[in-house]
C-alpha cells in the first residue's frame, strides 16, 4: 500500500522510523549479542584486561579502561521487581496495552535495570516478585547486499515476564 | 579588563498547539527578543546558537541554524551552530554563548531554541519520542514517552521518603496558579487541590496535571558582555554567575543514584554551579527548575539544598515554593503549564530568571538578586544548572 502523502516511499524501508534495533552483523558490532538472544542467552560484554562488566554490551571498547579485548559472559536471568509502572490508555504505536516496565534487581553483575514485562495482565505482579527473562520475535528488516540482492534480516529482542507460580 | 556574560533581553512566542511552520516559530520569538531590547539591530548580532532537537525528525531540517539566521536577517561572524541536548538546549545555548563572550571570540549572541511537534498527524511526535532515549536500549523497552519513567521515580520517592500524592498535586496547583495570566503560557487556567487529585490517570501515580504537556514554540534571547549591554540598556544587569552541566550515565542500567528519586548527578552539578558562582543555595531568591513532573520538582529542590533530601514534599505542600515561601520556583508556571518545547525551554527559564532580577516579572520576587536555572534531559540523563545574579563574581 502506497505511504499517504508520499507515494514514492511505496515498500521502502525507513531506518529513522523503525523502533527496533539494526541488529546484522553488517550495521552493528554488538551483534553476538542478538546472536545470544536467539539461543535464549542474556549476555553481555566483559573486559579481558580489565575484568569490567559493561552493560549494555560494547561492541568496540571496554569503557573502563579502553581496551579491545572483550568477550561475552552470561547474566542471571531472574529478578526481583522494586517497582513496576503500568500504563494501560495512550501506549504509544508499537506497543501494545498494558504496556508495563518494572525496575528490576538481579544477583549479579548488573544490579538493576528498567525492563518492559510482557505477558502480565495489570495488577498481577507487586514489588518483590520474581520475574524471568524473555525472548520475542521482532520484525524483520530488508538489507541491500550489492549483486546479492535483498536479504531479509531476521531480528529478537528481550523483555521479563512473571514466573508462574 | 575581563568581560563578563550578561543576559541582554528576550522573550518567547505563544507556546501551545500552534498553527505555523517551526521557521514561524523561530521569527516569532526572534521579534519578541528584539522588540525586548530598544536599539539592537539584527546587524549588531554576530553570533547565533539555535536549540533545537525535533527539528531533524519532525521538521525534515538538520543544520538548522544557517536557515534560522536566514530566516532572522543575520549573518552570524562568530559562530553559528545548532545544539542539542534535548530539554536543556536552550540552557546548553546560553553556557556556550557566556563562554563564547567573556573569551572574546563573540560580542553580542542570539540564544534561540524552537520546535514544531504537533505534525499533520498527532501520532509522529508521540512516536518520535523513542529516539529521546537510549534508541537500542531504552526505546525498545517502550520508554521514549517519560510517563512510565517517573511514575516509576515517583514511586521510588514515595517508598523511600513518604513522598504523598497531595505533595505531587500541589506542585501542578502552585505552577497552573502561577501561569493562569501568562499570556503566551500553553494552560491558562487556575487550578484548585482537588480538580488536581481527581484529575483522570495518565501511569498512576501520575495523572493530567502531574505530566507536562508536548509542546509547539520558541524562544530566544541575547547574551552579551556587561560593557556591551550597557550601551543598549538602563535596566539592571543580569549576569550569568556560573553553570555546570553533568552526565554520569544515560542509561536507568547505570543510574548513579542509589535508587530512581536519589539523583547523585544533579547533587554534582548544583555542588559545581555554586561554587563556580560563589554562592549558597540559601542565597537563591528564586528558581526555574525543570517540571516535566511534579516529582521532578520535588526531587529539584531537594538536590539543590532548598530543603534537605526526601523533604520536597513537604517543602512543595507547605507553598515554600509559592511568593512568599522560601525559594518561589516556576514562577511563570514552568514546564507544567507554559509548555516544553525542549530547546526552547531553558531560554524561557532564563529570561524568566531575568525579568525577576530585573524587577519586572509578572510574579515578581521582592528583592530577587540571585536566581537559578535547571534542567533535565531525556531518561534522566543529564543535568543542566545556570546561576544569574546582579552582581558579577569578583
Known amino acids: ?165 | 579588563m575581563s568581560r563578563n556574560a550578561v543576559i541582554l533581553g528576550g522573550g518567547q512566542c505563544k507556546w501551545g498547539i500552534r498553527e505555523a511552520h517551526i521557521m514561524d516559530l523561530f521569527q516569532e520569538a526572534g521579534k519578541v527578543c528584539l522588540d525586548d531590547i530598544p536599539g539592537l539591530k539584527p546587524a549588531d548580532i554576530d553570533g547565533l546558537i539555535v536549540a533545537t532537537s525535533y527539528a531533524g525528525r519532525c521538521s525534515f531540517q538538520v543544520n538548522t541554524a544557517p536557515v534560522v539566521a536566514e530566516r532572522l536577517g543575520l549573518k552570524p561572524t562568530s559562530i553559528c551552530t545548532r545544539c542539542d541536548t534535548l530539554c536543556a538546549g536552550g540552557s546548553t545555548g546560553i553556557i556556550l554563548a557566556k563562554g563564547l563572550v567573556e573569551s572574546g571570540n563573540a560580542d553580542i549572541v542570539m540564544v534561540t531554541g524552537g520546535e514544531k511537534l504537533y505534525t499533520p498527524q498527532k501520532w509522529e511526535i508521540f512516536y518520535s519520542e523513542l529516539a529521546s532515549v537510549d534508541h537500542d536500549w531504552e526505546a525498545t523497552h517502550g520508554m521514549g514517552l517519560p510517563p512510565p519513567f517517573f511514575s516509576l521515580t515517583a514511586q521510588e520517592h514515595m517508598i523511600h521518603y513518604g513522598t504523598k500524592k497531595e505533595d505531587l498535586a500541589a506542585v501542578s496547583v502552585a505552577n497552573y496558579n502561577y501561569a493562569a495570566e501568562n499570556p503566551v503560557a500553553q494552560m491558562q487556567k487556575r487550578l484548585t487541590l482537588e480538580e488536581a487529585m481527581s484529575a483522570p490517570s495518565v501511569v498512576p501515580p501520575l495523572t493530567l496535571y502531574d505530566c507536562c504537556p508536548i509542546t509547539d514554540g520558541a524562544a530566544a534571547c541575547i547574551i552579551t558582555t556587561d560593557e556591551i549591554a550597557k550601551k543598549y540598556t538602563n535596566r539592571p544587569l543580569v549576569y550569568l554567575r556560573g553553570c555546570a552541566q553533568v552526565s554520569l550515565s544515560s542509561l536507568s542500567v547505570n543510574f548513579p543514584g542509589e535508587h530512581l528519586a536519589d539523583w547523585k548527578h544533579m547533587r554534582v552539578a548544583a555542588e559545581k554551579a555554586y561554587k563556580r558562582a560563589k554562592v549558597s543555595p540559601s542565597d537563591v531568591k528564586v528558581a526555574q527548575t525543570h517540571d516535566c513532573f511534579t516529582i521532578s520538582e520535588v526531587i529539584e529542590v531537594e538536590e539543590l539544598g532548598f530543603c534537605k533530601k526526601g523533604e520536597g514534599g513537604a517543602f512543595c505542600s507547605s507553598k515554600q515554593i509559592e511568593i512568599g515561601g522560601k525559594v518561589p520556583v516556576n514562577t511563570d508556571g514552568g514546564l507544567l503549564a507554559v509548555g516544553h518545547p525542549f530547546g526552547a525551554t531553558g531560554i524561557r527559564q532564563g529570561v524568566e530568571i531575568m525579568k525577576q532580577l530585573q524587577g519586572r516579572a509578572r510574579n515578581q520576587v521582592k528583592g530577587a538578586d540571585i536566581g537559578l536555572t535547571h534542567n533535565l534531559s531525556g531518561a534522566n540523563a543529564e543535568h543542566t544548572i545556570l546561576i544569574y545574579g546582579i552582581e558579577p563574581v569578583k
Open chain 1, 1 to 165: 500500500m502506497p505511504v499517504v502523502g508520499i507515494p514514492i516511499l511505496d515498500n521502502l524501508y525507513p531506518v529513522s522510523m523503525d523502533l527496533w534495533p539494526v541488529e546484522a552483523k553488517e550495521f552493528n558490532k554488538v551483534w553476538p549479542f542478538y546472536e545470544n538472544l536467539r539461543q535464549g542467552r542474556f549476555t553481555t560484554t566483559k573486559c579481558k584486561d580489565c575484568g569490567h562488566i559493561a552493560f549494555p554490551p560494547r561492541g568496540v571498547i571496554c569503557p573502563a579502561c579502553y581496551s579491545e579485548n572483550l568477550e561475552y559472559v552470561d547474566l542471571p536471568k531472574k529478578g526481583k521487581v522494586v517497582v513496576l509502572s503500568e500504563e494501560v490508555k495512550g501506549v504509544p504505536l508499537g506497543y501494545e496495552s498494558p504496556l508495563i516496565h518494572a525496575v528490576i534487581e538481579f544477583d549479579g553483575p548488573v544490579k538493576r535495570m528498567i525492563s518492559k514485562i510482557v505477558n502480565c495482565p495489570v495488577g498481577a505482579l507487586k514489588r518483590g516478585d520474581e520475574v524471568q527473562f524473555v525472548v520475542f520475535d521482532v520484525p524483520p528488516m530488508p538489507i541491500e547486499k550489492g549483486k546479492a540482492g535483498t536479504i531479509t534480516a531476521e531480528r529478537v529482542f528481550f523483555a521479563f515476564e512473571p514466573v508462574n507460580k
